[in-house]
């Protein structure tokens, strides 16, 4: 920062706050994690259709539409929009968007969930389970 | 082959219509994207995305910020064909 306060102050200068870079992020969330979501798939064996739920980090809703419309996923999966209630709980927000999606009766116990965090670093993590 | 401006136009309004459901002739070349056509920050996300794949052209996040009115689109596109 090397504007004065009396700079700050009167508007001559804009005030050095941290932002993020929205459109990146969302594009990463996005387009990348699409990516990162078909590997898990790969890797566990599953394909789009056997699942029952995509829980992805409810991060954004804009995220987890584009997402899961990136995925083209069949109307039988549902997808956790936990986000809607709870707001964005960070690393809690798969735990309890899954619960939720049980809870409700969404969804039931052995079906298989993608689950799929995204956040702060950039990092990021995919992975197929069982509902428990 | 590159495409004239006129093409790009139509191709960048049939994705507008597709993020947003704006009629393809609402998308003239002097509307701003956010002020006149109300099209914020994410969907201009998913329709720059679109726009790479549609017209083989790459869209850095830092153009992005510069392309304000659908001129300023067609004009990046249609020169880094």
Redesign the interface.
Same mark, same amino acid.
């Given at each position: 920062m090397t504007n004065s306060l009396l700079e700050l102050r009167d508007g001559s200068a804009a005030w050095p706050t941290l932002r993020q !870079?929205?459109?990146?992020v969302? @594009?990463w969330a996005?387009?990348e994690m699409a990516k990162v979501a078909k590997q898990a798939l790969e890797v566990a064996g599953v394909k789009a259709e056997d699942l029952s739920a995509l829980v992805t980090h409810q991060a954004n809703i @804009?995220i987890i539409d !584009?997402l899961a419309k990136q995925l083209a996923l069949p109307d039988s999966v549902v997808v956790a929009k936990d986000i809607v209630k709870t707001g964005n709980t960070s690393a809690a927000s798969i735990p309890l968007a899954m619960h939720d999606l049980l809870a409700t009766g969404k969804v039931k116990s052995g079906g298989l969930a993608l689950e799929i965090g995204f956040g702060a670093g950039l990092a990021f993590g995919a992975q197929v389970v069982v509902l428990p | 082959m590159a495409l004239s401006k006129d093409e790009v136009l139509a191709g960048l309004a049939e994705l507008v219509n597709e993020e947003t459901g704006l009629a393809a002739d609402a998308v003239q070349m002097d509307k701003s994207f956010s002020e006149d056509l109300d099209i914020d920050s994410i969907s201009m996300m998913t329709i720059v995305v679109n726009a790479e794949d549609k017209f083989g052209v790459k869209i850095p996040d830092e153009e992005v910020k510069n392309l304000v009115t659908v001129a300023d689109a067609v004009n990046y596109i249609a020169d880094n064909q």
């Open positions: !870079e929205g459109q990146t969302f @594009r996005v387009w @804009r !584009e | -």
